[in-house]
């Protein structure tokens, strides 16, 4: 799938899955901890752990945040991404809990773990008639947001990703799991939606 439409596809996808629960939070009460939704996507550079050679591609996604007496801010994510390079594609698309601390009122360090699945796609094919892979993937990381203008924040993001797809007599003769550990980077923008009444304790007015 082209990058660009993978992308697009995704965040209108998280956009859907949001206007139910926008209309469900016009029954909340006056007091109401306050919740958010938002989307976000960017550009991505990714070190594959295959082939040598670093991939571009794009990543999208959003987070259901809701706002607590807590210490850290707790948000349900879903994201996905598609890079791709010399050697390989790889495909993920995840999901997990994010967690994050407000700092001078507009950064926004955070961290994360996430589990889903991933694919990687070799190119050209190098054995015959065994051109792709899929895994288990458990991904960890974190980043920063920081906020721009209204409704708007830049996104700086790392992640982790480990891989196990099992017993590979072709690529493992040794009989070991075949395990790939991607890194990817990525800069992106955040959109927070503003229904009101989910965002009763957050003040975008600034």
């Known amino acids: 799938m082209n990058p660009v439409r993978f992308a697009v596809l995704t965040v209108c996808g998280v956009s859907a899955l949001a206007l139910p629960v926008a209309a469900r939070g016009q029954a909340l009460t006056t007091a109401s901890k306050g919740a958010e939704i938002s989307v976000f996507g960017g550009y991505l550079a990714s070190s594959p752990d295959y082939g ?3 991939k571009k591609g794009v990543a999208a996604g959003g ?3 809701v706002f607590l007496r807590l210490p ?6 879903i994201r996905g991404d598609i890079a791709s390079g010399p050697a390989v594609t790889e495909r993920t698309v995840l999901v997990g809990l994010k967690v994050e601390r407000e700092y001078r009122t507009h950064l926004h360090p955070y961290a994360d773990i996430l589990v889903g699945e ?3 796609v070799y190119h050209p094919d190098p054995y015959a008639n ?5 895994s288990l993937n458990i991904s ?5 947001d920081i906020d721009a203008v209204r409704h708007f924040s830049v996104k700086f993001d790392f992640q982790e990703q480990n891989w196990n797809l099992g017993k590979n007599g072709v690529l493992q003769p040794s009989g070991a799991n075949y395990t790939l550990t991607p890194r990817t980077y ?3 923008v955040v959109y927070h939606i503003p229904f009101r009444t989910l965002n009763s304790q957050k003040d975008f007015n600034k």
């Open 52 to 54: 040598g050679f670093a």
């Open 63 to 65: 987070d259901f945040t």
């Open 72 to 77: 850290v801010t707790p948000s349900l994510e």
């Open 118 to 120: 991933a694919q990687i």
């Open 130 to 134: 065994y051109n792709a892979d899929r």
């Open 140 to 144: 960890y990381g974190g980043g920063l």
């Open 186 to 188: 990525m800069v992106g």
